[in-house]
Each structure stands twice: as structure tokens, then as C-alpha cells.
Nanobody, 122 residues
Framework: QVQLVESGGGLVQPGGSLRLSCAASGFDFSNYVLAWFRQTPEKEREFVASIYYTAESTYYADFAKGRFTISRDNAKNTVYLQMNSLKPEDTAVYRC???????????????WGQGTRVAVSS
């Protein structure tokens, strides 16, 4: 059974940092592209970042460049999203996703987690 379980969300002040984790099971993690998306009631699912199988290639949305870093640990079947300099507009539910080939910014990914909530507010 495929599972993607996110953690690490919470309430943080503007300018603060959070590190999200997504633990995967039930598929061959090291041969899957991993990605993070975020979603709010007002917006469609929005791409944040993706990372290739062995992390030699990463891809970021413009708003994430310079502030967010995606990484993965294939030994732990876990993908991470380090978020720095957080802004109120980063408030959303963050979900990880996995696909055997697709690395783009559309929601074509095969598997999805339920998400972890991030709130940026003073």
C-alpha cells in the first residue's frame, strides 16, 4: 500500500523557517521523482518544487527560488522541504507527491500525501 505522510507544519511568524518532511512507503522510492505542492481554499494546487531520483536535478516555482530547498534521503525514503524567510502568502496545506517519471509543475503525479498545514502569521 502506497503511503506518503507529511509532517513538520505549524504556525510560524513571518521571516521564520520550517522544515517539512514526507515519509514514503509502498513503492520504489529511489526510482521516483518527488515533489511538493501547496493548496489553499482560494487557489488551485500550486507547484512548489520537485527533485529527481538521485537529487542531481531540482526544479522550483519562481516564488520558491532562493527561499525553499527540496532534498531527499533515499536511505530513509523521505523527501524534505526547507522553507526560509516565510511570508503570510506561504500559508497553505503542503502536500508531497511522487511519480516514476514526471518532474514538471502540473499535478500529473501518481501518488499524493494528505498534507501538512503551514500558517505564517504574527
Amino acid at each position: 500500500q502506497v503511503q506518503l505522510v507529511e509532517s513538520g507544519g505549524g504556525l510560524v511568524q513571518p521571516g521564520g523557517s520550517l522544515r517539512l518532511s514526507c515519509a514514503a512507503s509502498g513503492f520504489d522510492f529511489s526510482n521516483y521523482v518527488l515533489a511538493w505542492f501547496r493548496q489553499t481554499p482560494e487557489k488551485e494546487r500550486e507547484f512548489v518544487a520537485s527533485i529527481y531520483y538521485t537529487a542531481e536535478s531540482t526544479y522550483y516555482a519562481d516564488f520558491a527560488k532562493g527561499r525553499f530547498t527540496i532534498s531527499r534521503d533515499n536511505a530513509k525514503n523521505t523527501v524534505y522541504l526547507q522553507m526560509n524567510s516565510l511570508k503570510p502568502e506561504d500559508t497553505a496545506v503542503y502536500r508531497c507527491a511522487a511519480d516514476p517519471q514526471y518532474m514538471g509543475n502540473m499535478d500529473y503525479y501518481n501518488y499524493w500525501g494528505q498534507g501538512t498545514r503551514v500558517a505564517v502569521s504574527s
